[in-house]
T-cell receptor, first 110, second 116 residues
Framework: QKEVEQNSGPLSVPEGAIASLNCTYS??????FFWYRQYSGKSPELIMF????GDKEDGRFTAQLNKASQYVSLLIRDSQPSDSATYLC??????????FGAGTRLTVKP | GAGVSQSPSNKVTEKGKDVELRCDPI?????LYWYRQSLGQGLEFLIY????????KSGLPSDRFSAERTGGSVSTLTIQRTQQEDSAVYLC??????????????FGPGTRLTVT
Protein backbone atom coordinates (compact mmCIF):
# COMPACT_ATOMS: atom_id res chain seq x y z
CA GLN A 1 0.00 0.00 0.00
CA LYS A 2 1.41 3.35 -1.02
CA GLU A 3 0.38 5.86 1.62
CA VAL A 4 1.45 9.38 2.43
CA GLU A 5 -0.03 10.93 5.56
CA GLN A 6 -0.20 14.59 6.51
CA ASN A 7 -1.99 16.51 9.22
CA SER A 8 -4.68 18.34 7.29
CA GLY A 9 -4.58 21.32 9.62
CA PRO A 10 -5.39 24.09 9.37
CA LEU A 11 -2.12 25.29 10.83
CA SER A 12 -2.04 28.93 11.85
CA VAL A 13 1.12 30.81 12.77
CA PRO A 14 1.86 34.51 13.30
CA GLU A 15 3.96 36.40 10.81
CA GLY A 16 7.66 35.92 11.49
CA ALA A 17 7.22 32.59 13.27
CA ILE A 18 8.45 29.17 12.17
CA ALA A 19 5.86 26.94 10.53
CA SER A 20 6.46 23.20 10.83
CA LEU A 21 4.74 20.79 8.45
CA ASN A 22 4.98 17.03 8.86
CA CYS A 23 4.55 13.97 6.66
CA THR A 24 4.89 10.20 7.12
CA TYR A 25 5.01 7.54 4.44
CA SER A 26 4.41 3.82 4.29
CA UNK A 27 7.21 2.39 2.13
CA UNK A 28 10.56 2.12 3.87
CA UNK A 29 12.26 1.73 0.48
CA UNK A 30 11.17 5.16 -0.78
CA UNK A 31 14.11 7.22 -1.94
CA UNK A 32 13.00 10.77 -2.75
CA PHE A 33 10.60 13.18 -1.12
CA PHE A 34 9.06 16.41 -2.30
CA TRP A 35 7.24 19.42 -0.93
CA TYR A 36 4.79 21.28 -3.12
CA ARG A 37 2.91 24.50 -2.41
CA GLN A 38 -0.57 25.04 -3.77
CA TYR A 39 -2.32 28.37 -3.64
CA SER A 40 -6.09 28.36 -3.74
CA GLY A 41 -7.33 27.78 -7.27
CA LYS A 42 -3.83 27.12 -8.62
CA SER A 43 -1.79 24.04 -9.48
CA PRO A 44 0.86 22.67 -7.14
CA GLU A 45 4.36 24.06 -7.56
CA LEU A 46 7.53 22.35 -6.42
CA ILE A 47 9.30 23.98 -3.46
CA MET A 48 12.08 21.50 -2.84
CA PHE A 49 13.02 17.86 -2.67
CA UNK A 50 15.24 15.79 -0.39
CA UNK A 51 16.72 12.31 -0.69
CA UNK A 52 19.40 12.09 2.01
CA UNK A 53 18.82 11.80 5.73
CA GLY A 54 19.21 15.09 7.54
CA ASP A 55 18.40 18.66 6.63
CA LYS A 56 18.36 20.49 3.33
CA GLU A 57 18.04 24.26 3.35
CA ASP A 58 16.84 26.56 0.57
CA GLY A 59 16.31 30.14 1.63
CA ARG A 60 13.64 30.26 4.32
CA PHE A 61 12.70 26.61 3.71
CA THR A 62 14.31 23.59 5.34
CA ALA A 63 13.33 20.01 4.54
CA GLN A 64 14.17 17.33 7.07
CA LEU A 65 14.26 13.61 6.35
CA ASN A 66 14.45 10.66 8.71
CA LYS A 67 14.21 7.45 6.71
CA ALA A 68 14.37 5.20 9.77
CA SER A 69 11.23 6.85 11.11
CA GLN A 70 9.71 7.25 7.63
CA TYR A 71 9.20 10.90 8.35
CA VAL A 72 9.80 14.06 6.36
CA SER A 73 9.09 17.64 7.41
CA LEU A 74 9.21 21.16 6.06
CA LEU A 75 10.13 24.16 8.16
CA ILE A 76 9.36 27.67 6.98
CA ARG A 77 11.32 30.33 8.83
CA ASP A 78 10.19 33.95 9.14
CA SER A 79 6.75 33.00 7.83
CA GLN A 80 5.04 35.59 5.65
CA PRO A 81 1.36 36.03 4.81
CA SER A 82 2.29 35.12 1.23
CA ASP A 83 3.27 31.66 2.52
CA SER A 84 -0.40 30.98 3.29
CA ALA A 85 -1.26 28.01 1.09
CA THR A 86 -1.74 24.25 1.19
CA TYR A 87 1.51 22.31 1.40
CA LEU A 88 1.59 18.88 -0.21
CA CYS A 89 4.07 16.17 0.66
CA UNK A 90 4.90 13.75 -2.15
CA UNK A 91 6.86 10.51 -2.11
CA UNK A 92 8.49 8.72 -5.01
CA UNK A 93 7.76 5.09 -4.12
CA UNK A 94 9.70 3.51 -6.97
CA UNK A 95 10.37 3.92 -10.67
CA UNK A 96 8.99 7.44 -10.74
CA UNK A 97 5.67 6.46 -9.11
CA UNK A 98 4.77 9.62 -7.18
CA UNK A 99 2.01 9.77 -4.58
CA PHE A 100 0.77 12.78 -2.65
CA GLY A 101 -0.51 13.39 0.85
CA ALA A 102 -3.79 15.21 1.39
CA GLY A 103 -1.97 18.45 2.19
CA THR A 104 -1.73 20.76 5.19
CA ARG A 105 -3.39 24.15 4.98
CA LEU A 106 -1.17 26.88 6.41
CA THR A 107 -2.35 30.36 7.37
CA VAL A 108 0.18 33.03 8.32
CA LYS A 109 -1.51 35.86 10.19
CA PRO A 110 -0.11 39.39 9.90
CA GLY B 1 10.36 26.63 -22.28
CA ALA B 2 6.74 25.55 -22.57
CA GLY B 3 5.19 23.93 -19.55
CA VAL B 4 2.51 21.29 -19.25
CA SER B 5 -0.66 22.37 -20.99
CA GLN B 6 -4.18 21.09 -20.54
CA SER B 7 -7.39 21.62 -22.44
CA PRO B 8 -10.06 22.66 -22.02
CA SER B 9 -9.47 24.84 -18.98
CA ASN B 10 -13.13 24.55 -18.04
CA LYS B 11 -15.73 22.03 -19.08
CA VAL B 12 -19.39 21.99 -18.15
CA THR B 13 -21.29 18.90 -19.19
CA GLU B 14 -24.61 17.27 -18.51
CA LYS B 15 -24.86 14.14 -16.43
CA GLY B 16 -24.54 11.07 -18.62
CA LYS B 17 -22.41 12.67 -21.33
CA ASP B 18 -18.87 11.59 -22.15
CA VAL B 19 -15.95 14.01 -21.82
CA GLU B 20 -12.35 14.01 -23.01
CA LEU B 21 -9.61 15.94 -21.25
CA ARG B 22 -6.28 16.53 -22.93
CA CYS B 23 -2.76 16.90 -21.57
CA ASP B 24 0.35 17.99 -23.46
CA PRO B 25 3.39 17.20 -21.33
CA ILE B 26 6.71 18.98 -21.43
CA UNK B 27 8.68 17.78 -24.42
CA UNK B 28 11.02 14.94 -23.54
CA UNK B 29 9.32 14.03 -20.28
CA UNK B 30 8.86 10.28 -20.17
CA UNK B 31 6.39 10.09 -17.31
CA LEU B 32 2.88 11.50 -17.24
CA TYR B 33 0.36 11.48 -14.40
CA TRP B 34 -3.31 12.28 -14.00
CA TYR B 35 -4.74 13.39 -10.66
CA ARG B 36 -8.15 14.55 -9.52
CA GLN B 37 -8.70 17.21 -6.91
CA SER B 38 -12.11 17.91 -5.45
CA LEU B 39 -12.78 21.26 -3.80
CA GLY B 40 -10.69 21.62 -0.65
CA GLN B 41 -9.28 18.11 -0.96
CA GLY B 42 -5.87 16.65 -1.72
CA LEU B 43 -4.66 15.11 -4.95
CA GLU B 44 -6.24 11.80 -5.84
CA PHE B 45 -3.97 9.69 -8.04
CA LEU B 46 -5.71 8.34 -11.13
CA ILE B 47 -3.19 6.90 -13.59
CA TYR B 48 0.51 7.01 -14.38
CA UNK B 49 2.34 6.41 -17.68
CA UNK B 50 6.07 5.72 -17.78
CA UNK B 51 7.66 5.44 -21.20
CA UNK B 52 6.49 2.34 -23.05
CA UNK B 53 5.58 0.43 -19.91
CA UNK B 54 2.03 -0.60 -19.15
CA UNK B 55 0.31 2.26 -17.31
CA UNK B 56 -0.49 2.04 -13.61
CA LYS B 57 -4.27 2.32 -13.60
CA SER B 58 -4.72 1.49 -9.95
CA GLY B 59 -6.20 4.89 -9.11
CA LEU B 60 -9.00 4.98 -11.66
CA PRO B 61 -12.22 5.11 -9.60
CA SER B 62 -14.42 3.12 -11.98
CA ASP B 63 -14.53 1.58 -15.42
CA ARG B 64 -16.09 4.79 -16.70
CA PHE B 65 -12.61 6.30 -16.54
CA SER B 66 -9.90 5.51 -19.08
CA ALA B 67 -6.77 7.17 -20.36
CA GLU B 68 -4.36 6.74 -23.17
CA ARG B 69 -1.07 8.23 -24.15
CA THR B 70 -0.29 8.36 -27.84
CA GLY B 71 3.27 8.24 -29.12
CA GLY B 72 4.63 8.66 -25.64
CA SER B 73 3.49 12.28 -25.57
CA VAL B 74 -0.08 13.63 -25.52
CA SER B 75 -2.53 11.99 -23.16
CA THR B 76 -6.31 11.94 -23.11
CA LEU B 77 -8.42 11.14 -20.06
CA THR B 78 -11.92 10.01 -20.97
CA ILE B 79 -14.84 9.89 -18.59
CA GLN B 80 -17.90 8.09 -19.89
CA ARG B 81 -21.45 8.63 -18.65
CA THR B 82 -20.37 11.43 -16.33
CA GLN B 83 -21.85 11.69 -12.86
CA GLN B 84 -22.11 14.71 -10.58
CA GLU B 85 -19.47 13.25 -8.27
CA ASP B 86 -17.00 13.45 -11.17
CA SER B 87 -16.99 17.24 -10.78
CA ALA B 88 -13.45 18.23 -9.82
CA VAL B 89 -10.25 19.73 -11.15
CA TYR B 90 -8.31 17.22 -13.20
CA LEU B 91 -4.58 17.85 -13.06
CA CYS B 92 -1.95 16.45 -15.34
CA UNK B 93 1.76 16.38 -14.52
CA UNK B 94 4.88 15.24 -16.33
CA UNK B 95 8.26 14.56 -14.88
CA UNK B 96 11.88 14.93 -15.82
CA UNK B 97 14.91 13.11 -14.48
CA UNK B 98 16.97 15.30 -12.16
CA UNK B 99 19.59 12.67 -11.44
CA UNK B 100 20.36 10.35 -8.55
CA UNK B 101 17.04 8.58 -8.99
CA UNK B 102 15.05 11.77 -8.56
CA UNK B 103 12.25 12.86 -10.88
CA UNK B 104 10.84 16.40 -10.70
CA UNK B 105 7.14 16.65 -11.43
CA UNK B 106 5.58 19.67 -13.11
CA PHE B 107 1.86 20.34 -13.16
CA GLY B 108 -0.42 21.74 -15.80
CA PRO B 109 -3.06 24.35 -14.98
CA GLY B 110 -5.80 21.76 -14.72
CA THR B 111 -9.23 21.26 -16.26
CA ARG B 112 -12.18 22.19 -14.08
CA LEU B 113 -14.98 19.76 -14.84
CA THR B 114 -18.52 20.52 -13.74
CA VAL B 115 -21.23 17.93 -14.26
CA THR B 116 -24.74 19.36 -14.03
Amino acid sequence: QKEVEQNSGPLSVPEGAIASLNCTYSDRGSQSFFWYRQYSGKSPELIMFIYSNGDKEDGRFTAQLNKASQYVSLLIRDSQPSDSATYLCAVNFNNNDMRFGAGTRLTVKP
Amino acid sequence: GAGVSQSPSNKVTEKGKDVELRCDPISGHTALYWYRQSLGQGLEFLIYFQGNSAPDKSGLPSDRFSAERTGGSVSTLTIQRTQQEDSAVYLCASSSYYGQGIYEQYFGPGTRLTVT
